[in-house]
């Protein structure tokens, strides 16, 4: 499928990637119009305004018992009388981060609900606690649970300015500022931060448009968006939230609702414009290996029925007719861009109205009450997004499977699997900043690369960028998987690539890709691999892009660390879970861990959180 309004970061203007700018609908924001920016703005006020209002406003039950309570806050007060427990005061007493506080409540729901006290073992501290690392406690215990939306910013805050008083004093220099001084400090920001928010709205107020509205005059859940990152504009093929957000590693999808429906209405209405499918269709390697796989596999195509699941204009349709298809049924969500493909099947001679095998469709495929045909023996779509799995297109295509598909029939592409890589500065964008006409600029180059950390970013990666050998972290079957395997953790382990550099090469980022296989299973006359990696043909997917907060340098493959020269691992080891936004559908959240043991006795260790979700927009 191809690029919708996201909140990522697709970064134009890099050596790398000078001809990745995309033409997206008019509602993404990487055009350069006042217009546009100017939306853009209305959207980050949104999504503060939003942020702010589910904090005070969403019902919230307690941690200990059943009680349900009108906000967040007051659960927090609840649970402080009654059980002597308040976890923004257990955050702040263990050092917890955002992580450790998600982990610590579903921890303690996942506790009560199997009827065992939770407070014996939070007394103890936190010290070789099994929840604080198990990935299993990321996973919300309860459903909705409105303390996992609440915004703990602060309480981190506290704690890690208490940290760098308490080093300062160590280290023998000035006093650190008193705890009154620090609680002072923390009411002074939040305060000025409660300012901003109110400007914000006021803002929203006066540019979004009435039907984005609810009926205070406010802006509504449904108008909310990513905060745009500082690097370049935010775009993407649908999105990438800064931050961290919910990991709810369940498989359920949010409930039909407005915020839901305002997401697939947008989704679907960007793919009504033109741009976006010339885009798709100019990408070469894309095109031309569906056309490959559908044109040259006589035996898999003539004489069969095929669905086409997200047909655009058509193009894969009409490539299965012209190989012999007996019936070919093409449908899309988008009614503009079914309408334009029941014309150019007719135009080409291969519309069903006319005696030709093609019938076009427009609807949602789970809403669809039937097809002209029963079943059919191939399911083909273009489904794939920014680092194989944004936009959730795969859900649709696996209900297409389980509900028309005869046994023993193909889907193509059949195999998907994702790939990650050790990339070097060059990829980040600031190796422009360290020098400039003989000009240190490296302050610009760093908050550069602190803009590229809050995002997934979007962008053509050179083959010689790529510093460390591919490690493999996720392979789907489409023919047996279940919709759930989407969401997945995988461990990996990096290590210099040969041929990466005489010495020690730096890592300050790492890569992901996919590939597709059209493979021998199905397609046995002529099977088909199309790749997004860095080595092979550039894609319109390009890779996505993860800055590390720290990099790691790497020692030549067979090299030992010299005394001489700078610090280096043998390896990165990290684990990487991709999971679908369970609170904004067709989004994704990413969450990287990686560590490396350095020559020094040093240790490097940090987790982040990546995130591609869905801009709307009127």
Not at 198 to 212: N, W
Not at 387 to 405: Q, S
Request: glycine share 8%; net charge negative.
């Amino acid at each position: 499928s191809a690029p919708v309004a996201v909140q990522c970061s697709i970064v134009p203007g890099m050596s790398a990637s000078t001809d990745a700018e995309r033409d997206l609908p008019a509602y993404c924001s990487n055009t350069d119009t006042d217009e546009e920016q100017e939306e853009e703005q209305d959207k980050w006020s949104d999504w503060n305004d939003s942020a702010a209002g589910d904090e005070d406003e969403e019902p919230a039950q307690s941690l200990f018992d059943n009680t349900a309570l009108p906000s967040a806050e007051a659960a927090f007060q609840h649970d402080a009388n009654a059980h002597g427990f308040d976890i923004r005061q257990y955050a702040i007493q263990e050092r917890l981060d955002e992580y450790g506080i998600f982990r610590c409540i579903n921890f303690i729901r996942s506790e009560v609900a199997a009827g065992r006290d939770p407070l014996t073992s939070l007394k103890g501290g936190v010290q070789g606690a099994a929840w604080l690392t198990s990935d299993d406690y990321l996973r919300p215990a309860m459903q909705d649970d409105a303390l996992l939306f609440f915004d703990y910013e602060d309480v981190v805050a506290t704690w890690r300015s208490q940290q760098d008083a308490a080093a300062g004093g160590a280290a023998g220099a000035s006093p650190g500022p008193s705890s009154a001084a620090l609680e002072d400090e923390v009411s002074r920001l939040r305060s000025e931060n409660e300012g901003l928010r109110e400007a914000l709205a006021t803002l929203a107020a006066a540019c979004i448009p009435d039907e984005l509205k609810d009926d205070a005059g406010r802006p509504a859940p449904s108008a909310s968006a990513g905060a745009p990152s500082d690097s370049g504009p935010s775009t993407s093929r649908t999105g990438a939230a800064a931050g961290p957000s919910r990991l709810g590693r369940d498989s359920g999808l949010p409930p039909p609702g407005s915020g839901r429906a305002e997401v697939e209405r947008a989704y679907f209405e960007s793919y009504g414009g033109f741009g976006i499918h010339q885009e798709m269709i100019s990408d070469k390697p894309r095109t031309e290996s569906y056309q490959r796989a559908l044109e040259c596999n006589p035996s898999l195509i003539k004489g069969k029925a095929v669905l086409d699941v997200g047909c655009g204009t058509g193009i894969l349709s009409m490539f299965a007719a012209r190989a012999g298809a007996a019936t070919v049924v093409a449908v899309d969500g988008s009614e503009r861009i079914a309408g334009f493909a029941k014309q150019i099947c007719k135009a080409n001679g291969f519309s069903s109205e006319d005696g030709g095998p093609m019938t076009v469709l427009h609807g949602k495929v789970e809403e669809l009450p039937g097809l002209p045909v029963d079943k059919v023996d191939v399911i083909v779509s273009e489904w794939m997004g920014y680092a194989l799995l944004f936009e959730t297109m795969l859900d649709t295509v696996l209900h297409a499977r389980d509900r028309f598909l005869r046994p023993g029939g193909a889907v193509l592409p059949d195999l998907a699997t994702i790939h990650v890589a050790g990339a070097s500065e060059e990829v980040v964008g600031t190796t422009f900043w360290k020098e400039v006409y003989g000009f240190n600029m490296s302050p610009i180059a760093e908050e550069v690369r602190k803009g590229r950390m809050r995002d997934a970013n979007v962008l053509l990666v050179k083959a010689d960028s790529i510093v460390t050998e591919a490690v493999q972290v996720k392979e789907l079957d489409l023919c047996t998987m279940k919709a759930e395997e989407q969401d997945f953790t995988a461990d990996f382990t990096l290590v210099a690539r040969p041929g990466s550099g005489a010495g020690p090469v730096a890592c300050h980022a790492l890569v992901l890709w996919f590939d597709t296989d059209f493979s021998p299973r199905h397609c046995s006359e002529a099977s088909v691999k199309l790749s997004t990696s860095p080595y092979a043909h550039p894609t319109h997917w390009a890779q996505t892009v993860m800055v590390l907060p720290e990099p790691v340098t790497l020692a030549a493959p067979g090299q030992a660390a010299s005394a001489e020269g700078p610090a280096v691992a043998q390896s990165i080891s990290g684990r990487i879970s991709m999971v679908r936004d369970k609170s904004k559908h067709r989004s994704l959240d990413i969450s990287l861990e990686y560590s490396a043991s350095l020559s020094d006795g040093r240790q490097v260790k940090h987790t982040m959180l990546y995130g591609m979700s869905v801009i709307t927009a009127p």
